[in-house]
């Protein structure tokens, strides 16, 4: 994608003189790819071409970078539904980022603890149509417009494609609640800790009583959580 260095041409030098730009995002393809049938180790001298990556191309041009500070960016649907948000930073003047196509994802159940400002997780790709992906960095913001493309070859109608979405948004319904009981339980195990920690100067006797319930309610939330 040469799109950045036709559009510097085209400015002269108007560009680079800017705080912030966001070059126009070029249509991607959501093309379906599979291994070939073929030999797949062919040797030094044999020519392969690259395939282009099922990818927006978002490049963006900044001359003071300063890698403390988060690039926001946000892709909203047609409706103006945002479907993907992420943060990544300016490691350059020039800065070439990638959205795969996929929408936001959700968190599964897990021990590990999540960070409060933790982007969303990738999750299953958004169907062909129009997009806008906003940027913003410091006080400034761009957004550019673009349409991905669906692969010609795909032989699911609009109807499949929506019955997809449907069953997508489904799963997100019935794993939502999931998710948030399972949290509630890390939650409850680390109050029963809590406790636990602050009898340390009681007497023995209810000292012993208190940390005797706190390891049948710790048991009977591992039992859950499992």
Do not use: C
Request: glycine share 4%; proline share 7%; net charge positive.
């Amino acid at each position: 994608d040469i799109t950045p260095l036709r559009e510097i041409a085209k400015s002269g030098d108007d560009i680079l003189k800017k705080p912030f730009h966001l070059f126009p995002v070029q249509d991607p393809y959501n093309a379906e790819w599979k291994p070939t049938t073929e030999g797949r180790f062919m040797g030094q001298s044999h020519f392969t071409g690259a395939n282009k990556q099922r990818a927006a191309f978002i490049n963006l041009w900044i001359p003071e970078p300063d890698n403390k500070e988060k690039i926001k960016m946000r892709v909203m649907n047609a409706r103006g539904d945002t479907v993907r948000n992420w943060t990544t930073k300016a490691d350059t003047n020039f800065i070439r980022k990638y959205w795969r196509l996929t929408r936001n994802g959700m968190h599964t159940p897990s021990y590990r603890e999540r960070k409060e400002d933790a982007d969303p997780p990738s999750g299953p790709r958004v169907p062909p149509g129009a997009y806008t992906i906003e940027v913003v960095y410091k006080d400034d913001s761009a957004r550019s417009d673009f349409v991905i493309q669906g692969d010609w070859r795909d032989p699911r109608s609009a109807t499949d494609i929506a019955a997809r979405e449907q069953s997508i948004a489904e799963y997100y319904r019935r794993a939502k609640p999931v998710v948030e009981a399972f949290d509630l339980l890390k939650e409850m195990k680390k109050t029963v800790s809590r406790v636990n920690s602050m009898v340390v100067n009681v007497e023995d006797s209810l000292q012993d009583s208190i940390k005797a319930m706190g390891k049948i309610m710790m048991d009977s939330i591992g039992t859950m959580m499992e």
